[in-house]
């Protein structure tokens, strides 16, 4: 395996208040410059909630972290890469438990306020002495500067070619709230769950409730309509931490309908983040598919679209071949009339009435060469829902890279 | 594209009675040296039965020929490649009639007794043209040697490196039968369907009602168990014909039987053909899944498998990545017990009971290597269901063949 690194995205977002963070390489990759070792810490104790993959195959870090959340009182996420701790039976559960005791004995808080997150190789035990080293390590290091940011979302990224990063800032009940996310995937990245890792911190005061259920609204429109290959992953996981440390007391009504859309937008960002850096990537696939009957019938089909491999290796090949697009979106298993089906790519109309559209091919191909994203646009003509989804391309590095990665 | 031809694997199985073939080159495709038209006549009205794509989006010639099948009285089958005459409309049908009639002329035999298949770009119109004058030419050296067989074949190729035939002889009521198969397809091979075209003619004598009964299920259990890279076409089509001419009545009972048992026998050697020659494969996959409460469940968690990306460049590799499998298994939508699931690769024990299984990883890679054909197998323990699917690894090559294979 070789990956290409290319450099963080700037500008690095602020931490909200009140959190502080980094990462460090603890022998869990190879390479001694990759970090494999991170650490999320609240000084107050915060509110935490999660979404997790919904394979039935989870890893003990997922099965972990279910049972804790919705809940308070939590103080820091220990992250690994380099090793999924899944498949691991009992004595992955033993090693979960392990690592957020080392975090809670490092940071000196209570052992139930600490949450972790594993990724890597599947099916191989956690090596608990070099975790725990770098706990040690890590935690001497914690910070609020753009290199604490960096080095610990890199400590999460396994094939990622750079951080995957967000910010935005809203007003709530009178005061500026900040808001943080990082993300890690680039392969075994499907729809179905909340994609790979996600951390997203507040400084913003939240129920319990409340941060479950728009953390779980978020993901259902942004972490859940992307796809690198289709594959959903043992790990998924997606935490959000709000301290409070902005003051005030929990959001409600405007402020709290303030932070959804913040969140969104965070969750958002870091989706399309991860399918630009799919696995061997060229182009970003966004499909808008629209005039659904409802919101999962056009995810459906936005997802059959995405996932193609004909389709994805068209567009890496810039080819306007819409007969791909259409055929896959008549077998994605939702029932349409394909008379009434619309398909543009990059805005040019290629098919209506069931039939080939005149179009000129030659500069819908330079379109595609022209841009990393390319905008497959699916009118469906049977109802108000719609959908936005990410994916990527399917290159020959995809294949390198996979061939590759042995276990 | 650029496609490497390999030899047509020997022996070529021999025509049933009473059915002659051809095929010629006519324009369709750019290089001469490929046959692109074909005709398979019957000199008895046979019988005939036809499984097609579950596609919304289909073909004019599956809507044709839909509406004829099961019934008797047919003579021939029209088929051409380089053109799927799909998403072509009202036109479109038009056109899949012309061809029908230019054939019925040709051979002097009744319109209705015609059926057509195409297969190709989608979204282009016939070139009914090329498409007359090549059946004039292809009825003028209907033969029934290898040449000729052949020749029909390779008529209906599209990527495909080889012809795929099949055939197998059968006793039933005393008489000795035969059955012939061939078919295409090497991409845009997914489930759910019958597989790409396929066209199998017996001398058997059966009624309108048996063969498309038998079809069906020969199909169900080999068509529908294979999968290059899970889109599924709007031209699949199988069709069969029975012309009766080894003598005597419809078969009724074990005649019946042993015809159906053939049937079965030669859909899956065209079955597993098409897997083999999946674009850019360097391995088949077979993917033995048992212990499943339902067929469907067992069928679901193959294709996952069959399908995933991730397993399939894994296979490339010749790496025993059994996370990947396994994780497949656990996001296919089938419920079962991770505990429970045993993998074995190759015939060697890779997990149980949720655990990694010590397991020499060096031996099991040269297993991959050293054959064309790896095994994956799953034992799920719910029920008693079972399925054998196929499919192919994903290599740069498909990815190659795919992003240069233009509209």
Chains 1, 2 share one sequence.
Not at 163 to 173: E, N, Y
């Amino acid at each position: 395996m070789s990956i290409t690194e290319t450099p963080v995205r700037l500008p690095i977002p602020p931490l909200p208040k009140g959190f502080r963070v980094a990462g460090a390489h603890a022998g869990l990759k190879r390479n001694p410059t990759r970090e494999d070792i991170s650490l999320v810490v609240s000084d107050l104790p915060a509110t935490a909630a999660g979404v997790y993959t919904t394979n039935l195959v989870f890893a003990a870090p997922v099965a972990f972290d279910r049972a804790r959340t919705p809940g308070t009182g939590f103080r820091a996420v220990a992250i690994n890469s380099g090793n999924a701790n899944a498949c691991t039976g009992a004595r992955g559960l033993d090693d979960a438990a392990a690592m957020a005791s080392a975090a809670a004995a490092s940071l000196a808080v209570p052992e139930a306020g600490v949450l972790v997150l594993s990724t890597g190789i599947i099916g191989e035990f956690l090596p608990l002495g070099k975790i725990k080293a770098g706990i040690e390590i890590v935690a001497g290091r914690l910070g609020t500067d753009a290199d604490a940011v960096v080095t610990a979302a890199r400590g999460m990224m396994t094939t990622d070619t750079r951080p995957k990063l967000s910010g935005s800032s809203f007003q709530a009940a009178g005061v500026a709230h900040t808001l943080f996310g990082m993300a890690k995937g680039a392969a075994m990245v499907g729809p179905r769950m909340a994609t790979m890792l996600g951390v997203i911190l507040t400084d913003a005061a939240l129920a319990p409730a409340d941060a479950q259920r728009l953390l779980g609204e978020a993901t259902e429109q942004t972490f859940n309509c992307v796809s690198v290959d289709g594959h959903t992953s043992t790990n998924d996981t997606v935490l959000l931490l709000a301290n409070g440390a902005a003051g005030g007391t929990p959001l409600t009504g405007k402020g709290l309908e303030a932070f959804g859309q913040a969140l969104v937008d965070a969750c958002e960002a870091l989706a399309r983040e991860i399918a630009d850096d799919g696995e061997g990537a060229t182009h970003v696939l966004r499909v808008e598919v629209s005039g659904c009957r409802t919101r999962d019938d056009a995810r459906q089909i936005a997802r059959t679209v995405a996932d193609s491999p004909l389709v994805k290796t068209a567009i890496h090949g810039a080819d306007p071949n819409w007969g791909r697009i259409v055929s896959a979106a008549g077998y994605s298993g939702v029932a349409f009339d394909p008379d009434k089906l619309v398909l543009r790519l990059n805005g040019t109309l290629l098919f209506e009435h069931g039939q080939p559209v005149p179009f000129d091919a030659d500069r819908v191909s330079e379109s595609i060469k022209a841009a990393r994203e390319t905008l497959i646009e699916l009118a469906v003509h049977a109802g108000p829902a719609s959908i936005r989804f990410y994916s990527s391309d399917l290159t020959a590095e995809y294949v390198h890279l996979n061939a590759d990665y042995h276990t």
